[in-house]
């Protein structure tokens, strides 16, 4: 192997071609979540993560080769996930009002970040590349905006693209107390910005 190929599988990730292989980067992925939400990314080590799998670390490294990009990989996969739960809101045959949309999304984040903990951890990674960070929120914001254009009765014409942009930084708000279990009034919290949230959209 050149030194050139080896920087090259040094910087990519291995997408696995048959059914044993998926498998076992599920299943590696699946420990990365549990270390990565346990210990942070920072502090996470690929022997914890090879170790929670049941796998060698050789293993773990044919596919991902480096921490950050294991921790990428996990991320958008989530990232995957969250998308699917935006596009499957606010579908009810009549629709909803805002107020009732906002309750919806509010309540699915919640179990959302329940059902997949390392998800705060991974958002605050500082390296993340900037143009897929932005290309990412530019697509959370049009999912939202197409959420909130759902709305019935309807919402003002352009008002769904000003109130995604609201909306997203108050996902991010919540994302944040959900990282701080230690905070005796964080469900409290959560429920008042949700209250505050559809207290806007229904006066």
């Known amino acids: ?3 050139q190929n080896a920087s090259k599988n040094a910087t990519e990730t291995r997408a696995p071609q048959r059914a044993r292989g998926k498998a076992r980067v599920a299943a590696l992925l699946s420990a990365a979540s549990d270390v ?3 210990k942070g990314v920072e502090a996470a080590t690929m022997t914890e993560v090879a170790a929670r799998a049941h796998a060698s670390i050789g293993s773990l490294y044919q596919f991902f080769p480096t921490k950050e990009l294991l921790a990428e990989a ?3 996969d989530i990232l995957d996930h969250f998308f699917a ?3 499957g809101l606010g579908n009810t045959p009549d629709g909803q009002d805002a107020g009732a ?3 919806q999304l509010f309540a699915e984040l919640a179990t959302f970040l329940k059902t997949h903990p390392a998800f705060v951890a991974l958002a605050d990674r500082r390296n993340i590349d900037k143009e897929r960070k ?3 929120r530019a697509r959370l914001r049009a999912e939202l905006a197409t959420l909130l254009s759902k709305a019935n009765p309807p919402l003002p014409a352009g ?3 000003v109130l995604a942009v609201v909306i997203l930084h108050q ?3 919540v994302m944040a107390l959900h990282g701080e279990e230690d905070l005796a009034v964080r469900d409290a919290a959560l429920a008042e910005l949700a209250a505050m949230m559809k207290g806007h959209l229904t006066r």
Request: glycine share 0%; charged share 25%; no cysteine.
């Open 36 to 38: 990565f939400a346990e």
């Open 74 to 76: 996990l991320h958008l």
């Open 134 to 136: 932005r290309q990412t």
């Open 1 to 3: 192997m050149t030194s």
């Open 101 to 103: 949309l906002m309750d």
């Open 171 to 173: 996902i991010r708000v």
């Open 85 to 87: 739960l935006l596009a």
């Open 159 to 161: 008002k769904p693209d």
